[in-house]
């Protein structure tokens, strides 16, 4: 049971360039989430998805898009990279129980963009 | 106002010493809270939720006090382990959306 993982751990891109970040989990869960955390600032809500098939704007959206493939996976794309999308991101998912709602990180992409 | 406001820190503490973090959060709707522990390059990972007024864990005690929408985290006998950023959570009545707070940073020293 690996919970929350996330491709690639580490990337540099130049302004301009494209990629996106993977994010699965095996815990059967249907809401994963994408954040990213900028220094001294607390973890700021992309996109979620609360579940397969449906994808919501979070706080912060502009310049992303996402996709969620299944109910394993969710990505996080990034159309044309600016260097104001340097940041650590991080895929979450969560399951809503009868002690609320608890939610599972992945260890985080640590994105820089020149 | 900030939707959750946490004193940065850092809190510079011995070994052995007893801490207590404080949070404020704006969204009186807020039901569940949580307090999340983050270590240095790191994922959060959750430490404990909150309910009712408050609860203990081993040597962590979180309260709640709706009314003054104030939350606190106490930590007793600190260990060098604990050192690590810890972020109030307090969760939307609406889905399943967190609102994570800046942290505050413990440092335990020996």
């Known amino acids: 049971n690996a919970g929350v993982t996330q491709t690639p751990k580490f990337q540099v891109l130049k302004t301009g360039q494209s990629m996106t970040l993977q994010c699965a989990q095996d815990?059967?869960?249907?809401?994963m989430y994408w954040y990213r955390q900028d220094p001294g600032m607390g973890l700021r809500l992309i996109y979620y998805?609360?579940?397969?098939?449906?994808?919501d704007k979070g706080e912060v959206p502009n310049g992303y898009n996402v996709s969620r493939l299944n109910k394993r996976e969710f990505s996080l794309r990034l159309e044309s990279a600016a260097p104001s999308q340097t940041s650590v991101y991080f895929c979450?998912?969560?399951?809503?129980?009868?002690?609320?709602?608890?939610?599972?990180f992945g260890p985080g992409t640590r994105l820089t963009v020149l | 106002r900030k939707e959750v406001e946490q004193d940065p820190g850092p809190f510079n503490v011995p070994e052995g010493a007893t801490v207590a973090f404080n949070c404020t959060y704006s969204?009186?709707?807020?039901?569940?809270f949580f307090w999340y522990r983050q270590d240095c390059r790191k994922e959060p990972k959750l430490l404990m939720s909150?309910?009712?007024s408050g609860n203990e864990d081993g040597r962590f005690t979180a309260q709640l006090n709706r009314a003054s929408q104030y939350i606190s985290l106490l930590i007793r006998d600190s260990k060098l382990s604990d050192s690590a950023t810890y972020l109030c959570?307090?969760?939307?009545?609406?889905?399943?959306?967190?609102?994570f707070g800046g942290g505050t940073r413990l440092m335990v020293k020996p």
């Open positions: 815990m059967n869960h249907n809401s």
């Open positions: 959570v307090p969760a939307s009545p609406v889905g399943n959306m967190l609102t």
């Open positions: 979450a998912s969560s399951e809503t129980g009868t002690s609320g709602i608890t939610q599972y």
């Open positions: 909150v309910y009712s």
């Open positions: 998805s609360a579940s397969e098939g449906t994808t």
């Open positions: 969204n009186s709707a807020s039901q569940s």
